[in-house]
């Protein structure tokens, strides 16, 4: 018996954190939405209780270290399961991208398990476990679009975001979210108005939307790495709706309505980029 379970990427429209609580973490409040490009998770038994852990990706560690072995290591306990796994994680997301990749290949495992193993957990449950590995993982355990609090781990499914065109650019570098965290300046950052971006995305209102979306840690990973604003400009002066930066970095993606345009776009970034994706949200509304 084998099962696959498609771990696909996130973007924030919105990323706000609000100040640092007693337990080192800040409070955010986010908007995410999935989008279609994805690793894809493979699991079958094995009758000795041992975890193996495979995958195409020179990048990722195949031990403890890495949140997918963890998730299968953490249900083994947590439930008593006798045998054992083998997990192949095939990469389509790039690694420490600020896109969720690893997390979301956590959850994906997390999922894939419930059924191999037959735990029935739902997946509030499952999210609860995944809290414990990683403040991403329970978002990535519903996906789609939802309302992000706590340190990531109250997920609130809202209206899906309205259908558009998203191309993501990978500069040439990986981010520390832990950094990024530590060099922010709460006081000092712009706050982007996440109550009014979750109104314009459950109303559908594409113009609104755009006008809403930021991330208050974009100016601090710019400031190490200047890359991302001229991604960005580039991006506007192409034609896009609107840029900004995912999660922490270094990842920047813009929106676009119309696919022509959106093929040019993708063309021109290729023209100086290795990483550019062109993708479609996963779950979206006609307005």
Same mark, same amino acid.
């Given at each position: 018996m ?15 954190a609000l100040y ?14 999935s ?27 195949t ?8 998730a ?15 997990i ?7 690694v ?6 690893g ?6 495992t997390?999922?894939a398990l419930?059924?191999l ?16 590995i990683?403040s991403?993982?329970?978002y ?12 990531g ?6 209206a ?9 650019v ?14 922010l ?12 971006? $979750? ?26 790495y200047?890359?991302?604003r ?30 022509? $345009? ?13 990483e550019?994706y ?8 006609v307005?």
């Amino acid at each position: 018996m084998e099962i696959m379970e498609k771990a696909p990427a996130k973007i924030n429209l919105g990323l706000d954190a609000l100040y640092q609580r007693p337990d080192g973490y800040h409070e955010l409040e986010m908007i995410m939405a999935s989008v279609d490009l994805s690793d894809r998770i493979t699991v079958r038994p094995l009758t000795k209780k041992t975890i193996e852990l495979t995958t195409d990706s020179s990048f990722l560690p195949t031990d403890k270290k890495n949140h997918v072995y963890q998730a299968a290591e953490l249900l083994m306990e947590r439930y008593g399961v006798t045998g054992g796994v083998a997990i192949d994680i095939e990469k389509k997301i790039p690694v420490a991208a600020g896109l969720a990749g690893g997390s979301s290949d956590c959850a994906a495992t997390l999922r894939a398990l419930n059924q191999l193993w037959d735990l029935d957990l739902s997946l509030e449950e499952l999210a609860k476990l995944g809290s414990e590995i990683g403040s991403d993982v329970p978002y990535c355990i519903y996906g789609n679009t939802a309302y992000v609090s706590g340190r990531g781990e109250k997920v609130e499914k809202i209206a899906d975001i309205p259908c558009c065109y998203v191309i993501l650019v990978k500069p040439h570098m990986s981010v520390s979210t832990q950094t990024v965290f530590k060099a922010l300046n709460v006081k000092q950052a712009q706050h982007p108005d996440i109550a009014g971006l $979750r109104k314009a995305v459950e109303a559908h209102d594409y113009q609104a939307m755009i006008e809403k979306m930021g991330n208050t840690l974009e100016d601090v990973t710019i400031l190490k790495y200047p890359v991302i604003r001229q991604i960005k400009e580039s991006m506007m002066k192409f034609g896009a709706d609107v840029a900004l930066m995912s999660g922490s970095g270094p990842t920047v993606f813009c929106l676009v309505k119309q696919e022509k $345009r959106a093929q040019r776009i993708y063309n021109a970034l290729k023209g100086f980029n290795d990483e550019v994706y062109l993708v479609r949200m996963l779950q979206c509304a006609v307005e």
